[in-house]
């Protein structure tokens, strides 16, 4: 069974940092992009950035650029999502998503693209 497991989540003032974790558990399978999301409160789920396994390549919604950065660790499997100067506004749910097959629409940003989720790491920033 495959799963993707989100860790690094908690409790900060706003101007901190967090950094969260995403790595698969179980059968390993190979990823063309792997996607952080959030979801606050009331909201629907929204991209906030992508990794592109195959060249190193990364995304961001606007509100995540110069602020966050996405990495990814090839010998662990392992992508991490580097969060600075977080807000109030940025208290959501956060979770990651891996898409396994190659696909050149472009469409990293929508939900519906992805194969598997994981359940989800807790980011709350407090002012």
């Known amino acids: 069974q495959v799963q993707l497991v989100e860790s690094g989540g908690g409790s900060v003032q706003a101007g901190g940092s967090l950094r969260l974790s995403c790595a698969p558990s179980?059968?390993?399978?190979?990823?063309?992009?792997t996607g952080w999301f959030r979801q606050a409160p009331g909201k629907e789920r929204e991209f906030v950035a992508g990794?592109?396994?195959?060249?190193?390549?990364?995304y961001y919604s606007d509100s995540a650029k110069g602020r966050f950065t996405i990495a990814g660790d090839n010998a662990k499997a392992t992508v991490y999502l580097l969060m600075n100067s977080l807000k109030p506004e940025n208290t959501a749910v956060y979770y990651c998503?891996?898409?396994?097959?190659?696909?050149?629409?472009?469409?990293?940003?929508?939900?519906?693209?992805?194969?598997?989720w994981g359940q989800g790491t807790q980011v709350t920033v407090s002012s």
């Open positions: 179980g059968r390993t399978f190979s990823t063309y992009v």
């Open positions: 990794f592109r396994w195959s060249g190193d390549s990364t």
């Open positions: 998503a891996a898409k396994t097959s190659q696909d050149y629409s472009g469409r990293y940003i929508y939900t519906g693209w992805y194969d598997y």
